[in-house]
């Protein structure tokens, strides 16, 4: 393949790669917690002929608006940090979602159904009792505290990963740290983190430039044609 072709190439199959990014943070500009992912590229020299790579996107972990609901159960952490959640599996993973709800077993847990960790646990409100978080993370009743929520944060956000829209995977690398004195805004839900009106402007910007690719394919092919035509007469 030409060098011509294959370095146009590369650049259309990482400019694509950018709109898929920017398509699914638009698509998720009203899922509370989500944090936006942007892509990152670079050049790399391979025989003597350069291409452009998309890297695996990194996570914009800026925090979003809070939004009030009023709820009771529901808390945006004013910081740094996130809460933490554990599937069926036993595997922890993190989030800025806190739209906590409970579910028929007095257990508080996100509206996907994983439960919320707290400090020794998970945390459950007995039959019957009215809970209610409070701004130090304690979820208590009319009867004295439950449970506090377990928040952390990561010295290197690199170590993080997507898992699900709101939902974040942490490597071992992540260098997981406990929050021991959060800060929560009760009834209040915080909002994804995506600016759509710059995520508007990114499209336009890569689909021009995946349009500006496409006409360097198509002219790298036609003067191939015309070349394989020159040497068949």
Do not use: C, W
């Not at 002929?49 to 809070?66: C, E």
């Amino acid at each position: 393949m030409p060098s011509g072709i294959y370095i146009a190439y590369t650049g259309a199959v990482a400019a694509q790669s950018e709109l898929d990014v920017i398509a699914n943070n638009v698509a998720n500009v009203g899922t509370s917690g989500y944090r936006r992912d942007h892509a990152v590229f670079d050049t790399v020299l391979a025989a003597a002929m350069p291409y452009a790579r998309i890297q695996p996107g990194q996570i914009d972990l800026s925090p979003g608006t809070h939004q009030p609901t009023n709820s009771p159960l529901h808390a945006a952490i004013d910081g740094d940090g996130f809460f933490v959640v554990q599937d069926a599996q036993g595997n922890e993973f993190y989030t800025r979602r806190g739209d906590f709800r409970l579910n028929a077993a007095g257990e508080l847990v996100l509206p996907n159904g994983l439960p919320v960790q707290g400090q020794g646990g998970p945390l459950a409100v007995p039959p019957g009792a009215r809970a209610e978080l409070r701004a130090d993370g304690t979820l208590t009743t009319q009867n004295g505290p439950i449970g506090r929520l377990r928040i952390v944060r990561f010295a290197d956000p690199a170590g993080l990963s997507k898992h699900g829209r709101s939902l974040i995977a942490a490597s071992p690398e992540a260098g997981q740290e406990e929050v021991d004195n959060p800060r929560i805004a009760v009834g209040f839900v915080e909002a994804s983190n995506v600016n759509l009106s710059q995520e508007m402007v990114g499209l336009i910007i890569a689909t021009r430039a995946f349009e500006s690719i496409m006409q360097s394919l198509r002219a790298n092919d036609q003067l191939t044609q015309q070349l394989i035509q020159t040497i068949n007469r």
